[in-house]
């Protein structure tokens, strides 16, 4: 544990209820203090409110209130935005070297404090130590890469002009502002942040609402970009409800990034386009592994169970569909089924669990509500199928169902937790067709020792992303590869090129030397005409694009 956190119960500090941190044990029995005061006043400091509003937030761990966080107001909005722009002008001026030197240092930062981010997100998140590691980890990567990258993606580039030599063309990559981001709380650190590096990187700046229910992992985020030297203004947070906020933000917004469910992105999509600025939306998914007739069975059961699991399935890339060969099927669910009853369940802050609880109630009557509705109709529990109230308030089993049928409402709508149905394939693509199935798709995955094969099948999936013996981490770990879905999972990309171009305005500048566009010399339209056909068609036989 680090040392910003104290454990559960210690004592001491500020217990002013409107001020930050946690109510007084003394006062209040739901009470603690897991955080100290002052770290909890230290971070909300960074959100810009003025209303004197403050909403709780509790552990999903054990239900202890963790901090209040004081809400912002539309007007609050407006300030943010305000003083956005007015960091941002004088950012776009910093050197791209320098921008690139302040994100390189925010990868040492994170990887040195990863402890203290560690436990806040499972504070605040209930997801087990290992799950939450990958946060610190994404964020490293994609600090790393857009760093290393910068020159890359941003110098003006040379293209082509008209007229060879005469005619020189450049094109610039100019930032587009300030960039709304809303994120939302099942990676609580890594959604906050990564979409908005490449954004600052490019010389823009941020306004972010993060989702009201992992603020603090988000402040921690802001504070660590500001340790890094970007300078505060920069980078602005509110915190409030996604509907009261949402609508300021994209009306003062030059670009949106949001990532969250299919149903948000649509308003948010909407109100984009009556403004005519850009989104990116990265939403929800129902992806489905193949495990074809020659898989090896042991690593797909492995990457099975990480692809279904992996922070209580709460993961936009998660897989709740598993189409398995014939040939393999009942090999493979046994050591897959065998492999999730194996796994230790828990809370706390130790490496011990192999996975968290969920985050909230909501989230477990979700996940309830889907598995006894499958049940109901006829769908076998191979594993799992239990709320586990013992662990935690909202903790759920993870439960591997047989039998599930297009009636049922785990089938085709996203859960968005530890569930995963199995279905068994006869024919390739058939599989591969029921995998298409659906309005989804964002992450996919195929399970083959022959990997060229692999790679062909993953051609005919309509995600986003495909990985081939692996679960989501071979795409979404390797940064240069643009990440995002196709359909209803979304619009627009992260990572890669695209990630951070998305962030550009494009500007070409040409220059015109010599020749004019027109006639000249005395010479009529009409030989101007006729000389430029002949010129046209000399182009073409030289191969000119
Ligand atoms: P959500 O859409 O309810 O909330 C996400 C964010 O949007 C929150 O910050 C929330 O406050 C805000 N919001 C809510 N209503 C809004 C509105 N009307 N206008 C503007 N903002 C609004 O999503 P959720 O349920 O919190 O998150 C889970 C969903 O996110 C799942 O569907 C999951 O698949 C998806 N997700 C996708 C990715 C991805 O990269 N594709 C990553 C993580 C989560």
């Known amino acids: 544990m680090s040392e910003a956190i104290s454990g559960p119960g210690a004592t001491g500090g500020n ?68 003083r956005a722009r007015v960091a941002q002008a004088a950012w776009a001026r910093v050197s791209v070297d320098e921008r690139a030197r302040i994100l390189h240092r925010l990868h040492d930062i994170v990887l040195d404090r990863q402890d203290e981010i560690i436990d806040l997100i499972q504070l605040e998140s209930g997801k087990s130590r290992k799950h939450a590691f990958d946060e610190p980890m994404h964020i490293a990567l994609t600090a790393r890469y857009y760093a290393r990258t910068a020159h890359r993606h941003l110098d003006t580039e040379r293209r082509p002009g008209v007229v060879p030599v005469l005619t020189r063309v450049e094109v610039n990559r100019v930032p587009k502002g300030v960039v709304g981001i809303i994120s939302p709380w099942n990676y609580p650190f890594t959604m906050a942040l990564c979409d908005g590096l490449p954004a600052l990187l490019a010389g823009n700046a941020v306004v972010t609402k993060p989702d009201a229910q992992t603020m603090l992992s988000a402040l921690l985020g802001a504070q660590m970009l500001e340790d890094a030297g970007f300078p505060r ?26 990532t969250g469910s299919t149903a948000t992105g649509k308003i948010i999509a909407r109100q984009a386009a009556e403004r005519l600025i850009g989104c990116s939306l990265e939403l929800g998914g129902k992806n489905p592994i193949l495990v074809l007739r ?16 992996s922070n209580a399935g709460q993961l936009c890339v998660s897989t709740e569909r598993m189409f398995v060969a014939d040939q ?22 130790s490496w011990d669990a192999d996975m968290g609880t969920l985050i909230s109630a909501d989230q477990l009557a979700t996940v309830s509500a889907h598995v006894e509705d499958a049940v109901a109709k006829g769908a076998r529990v191979l594993a ?66 022959d990997t060229a094969r692999g790679r062909a099948v993953a051609r005919q999936i309509r995600c986003g992303t495909v990985n081939v013996n692996e679960a989501f981490g071979a795409t979404f770990a390797s940064i240069d590869a643009p990440m ?41 339209d009409e030989s101007y005409a006729r000389m430029m056909t002949a010129s046209l068609r000399i182009m073409d036989k030289l191969g000119r694009a």
Not at 44 to 49: E, N, S
Not at 246 to 255: E, K, L
Not at 294 to 305: F, K, L, P, S
């Open 233 to 258: 203004d920069l980078w602005q947070v509110v915190a409030g409800p996604g509907r009261e906020l949402g609508t300021p933000i994209i009306d003062r917004a030059d670009y949106i990034c949001f």
């Open 15 to 82: 217990a002013d209820p409107t001020h930050g941190g946690p109510r007084d044990p003394e006062h209040d029995p739901r009470a603690s203090y897991v955080l100290e005061p002052e770290v909890v006043a230290r971070l909300t400091d960074r959100i810009l409110a003025t209303t004197g509003a403050t909403a709780q937030v509790h552990s999903p761990i054990d239900g202890a209130p963790l901090a209040n966080i004081p809400q912002s107001s539309t007007e609050d909005v407006a300030e943010a935005f305000r």
């Open 384 to 449: 799992g199928g239990q709320a586990r109230p013992d662990l935690a308030p909202y903790f759920y089993e993870p439960t591997v169902l047989e039998g599930v049928t297009p009636e049922m409402t785990c089938f085709g709508n996203e859960t968005f937790g530890p569930v995963v149905a199995i279905y068994r394939f006869h024919d390739e693509a058939d599989a591969i067709a029921r995998a298409n199935d659906g309005e989804y798709g964002l992450n996919g995955s195929v399970y083959t020792r």
């Open 328 to 349: 393999v099927y009942d090999r493979f669910v046994d050591r897959f089924v065998a492999r999730t009853k194996a796994m230790s369940l828990g809370v706390g802050l």
């Open 294 to 309: 020659d898989a090896d069975v042991e690593r797909a059961a492995e990457g099975a169970v990480r692809a279904s699991f």
């Open 484 to 524: 995002g879905g196709m359909r209803e999972s979304g619009m627009g990309r992260r990572q890669g090129s695209e990630g951070i171009h998305r962030y550009t305005e494009t500007q070409a500048v040409g220059t015109q030397r010599l020749l004019r566009f027109g006639p000249m010399l005395g010479m009529s």
